[in-house]
Structures are given as C-alpha cells and as structure tokens.
T-cell receptor, first 112, second 110 residues
Framework: SQTIHQWPATLVQPVGSPLSLECTVE??????LYWYRQAAGRGLQLLFY??????ISSEVPQNLSASRPQDRQFILSSKKLLLSDSGFYLC???????????FGPGTRLTVL | GQSLEQPSEVTAVEGAIVQINCTYQTSGFYGLSWYQQHDGGAPTFLSY????GLEETGRFSSFLSRSDSYGYLLLQELQMKDSASYFC???????????FGPGTRLSVLP
C-alpha cells in the first residue's frame, strides 16, 4: 500500500531563517507531487506541483522554492522565512490521470 | 484559471441530511472532487464526479451538473464525527494541478 511521510510535524523558526520541509512517498512510482499551504481556517493554496524528477511548476511567486531530487521525494525550501510564511504545509500525491489526491500529515510552521 | 465558491458554514443536527454546494468558474474543467478535513488533520478524499449525475458512497453522495458549473456533497444520517471542513476541488483540464474551494465548516449538533 502507498504511504506518504512529511517531517517535521511542527516547526518554529525565526524570521529570516532558512527552511527545508521534506516529503516522501512509498509504494508507488512516478507520482505527481504537490505542496499546499493552508492558513488557519482557510482553504488550500497550491504552491508547487511536479510531474517528474526535476520538473517543478510554481503556482504562486514568493520566497519559497521546491525541488524533486528523486522520484518519490519532494522538498520545500526557503532561504529567508517571512512572518507570512506561517501556516500548515501539506504534501500530496496523485497518480496519472486519477483524480484522488492523498495527503501527508502536514507540517505546522510558525515563523516568529 | 479556476475559482470555486462554497458556503463558509453549515449547521445541522444528528441524523439529519445536509447538502454542501460548490460552484466553479473554469477555463478548463476535468471533474469535481470532495475532501473532508478534521481540525488539525490532513484532507482525505471522499468522492469524485467527472460526468453529470449522482455518485453514491455509503452515507455520502456527490452530484455534478457541468452545464450549471455546480456540484454538491450530500451527507445523510449525520453523525457527530462528520463535524469537519469539506472542500470541493477542480482539476485543471490543461494540467496536473488542482484548485480547492475555500471550504465549508460543518457543525453537527446533538
């Protein structure tokens, strides 16, 4: 069966510090991968998606970046965090043309 | 691009039936999905409609009308555990990305 992992579960970082969130998927190959951010009580904002290794599409221009160094690994990064980067970060995967997305447990980021 | 609209809150009592509506505006449309998210948790997939009509999965049903750019999620025999946020999501026909609605918070009262 397929599983998706995210870490860390929670993170508190000062403004201006770097960020690296990692997501890995097991039990499937060549998944589509996604990073979302969710503000408290709000909907999901798509940040990046990837259909293959090294292929990244950005939906929202900001100080975040994403990379996909391996087929089942997706990394979200920032060189300098802003207060507005606080939120719940969710990684998700889908397979081919199927329309279900499967979400990881999320990382709750607080920037102080 | 795409945008989706949902009511922000819905309240119902245990055992009742509730309908959560979703309207969308798209430049390309592939289908409408529904997700459930409990507080502090990750969204989980509930159902998907590619064609017009009703899809039933246990107590949950989802409906789509492509001509009206409208869909809804129907929850029957409501239980306390159904209290959560519900999101509709549309897949862009021109790519692999999904756009989510703002979410509807359902409160089930005893």
């Amino acid at each position: 069966s397929q599983t998706i992992h995210q870490w860390p579960a929670t993170l508190v970082q000062p403004v201006g510090s770097p960020l690296s969130l990692e997501c890995t998927v097991e039990g499937t190959s060549n998944p589509n991968l996604y990073w979302y951010r969710q503000a408290a009580g709000r909907g999901l904002q798509l940040l990046f998606y990837s259909v293959g290794i090294g292929q990244i599409s950005s939906e929202v221009p900001q100080n975040l970046s994403a990379s996909r160094p391996q087929d089942r690994q997706f990394i979200l990064s920032s060189k300098k965090l802003l207060l507005s980067d606080s939120g719940f970060y969710l990684c998700a995967w889908s397979q081919g043309i199927r329309n279900e997305q499967f979400f990881g447990p999320g990382t709750r980021l607080t920037v102080l | 691009g795409q945008s989706l609209e949902q009511p922000s809150e819905v309240t119902a009592v245990e055992g009742a039936i509730v309908q959560i509506n979703c309207t969308y505006q798209t430049s390309g449309f592939y289908g409408l999905s529904w997700y459930q998210q409990h507080d502090g948790g990750a969204p989980t997939f509930l159902s998907y409609n590619a064609l017009d009509g009703l899809e039933e999965t246990g107590r949950f049903s989802s409906f789509l009308s492509r001509s009206d750019s409208y869909g809804y999620l129907l929850l029957q025999e409501l239980q306390m555990k159904d209290s959560a946020s519900y999101f509709c999501a549309a897949r862009d026909n021109y790519g692999q990305n999904f756009v989510f609605g703002p979410g509807t918070r359902l409160s089930v009262l005893p």
